[in-house]
């Protein structure tokens, strides 16, 4: 199920093409789809700083 401020699955099959593939050396990526979701709700909503990293964690991000 899509939240509200998520990407779609058609969506994010068009901007994964566009991301660098992680790399072998150093600490592991995070999921790009939720980062980048992450990045569409401060955008849409404005969230404050202080929300938003409560959000995050709330989320598991």
């Known amino acids: ?3 509200r401020h ?3 699955d058609e969506q ?3 901007i994964e093409l566009l991301l660098p593939v992680s790399g072998a050396e ?3 990526r995070v999921d790009d789809r939720r980062v980048i979701n992450g990045m ?3 955008a849409k ?3 404050a700083g202080s929300s938003g990293a409560r959000w995050a964690v ?3 991000l």
């Open 45 to 47: 909503t404005g969230v």
């Open 58 to 60: 709330e989320d598991g």
């Open 1 to 3: 199920m899509v939240r």
């Open 6 to 8: 998520e990407l779609i």
């Open 26 to 28: 150093g600490r592991p």
């Open 12 to 14: 994010w099959r068009v």
């Open 40 to 42: 569409l709700f401060k």
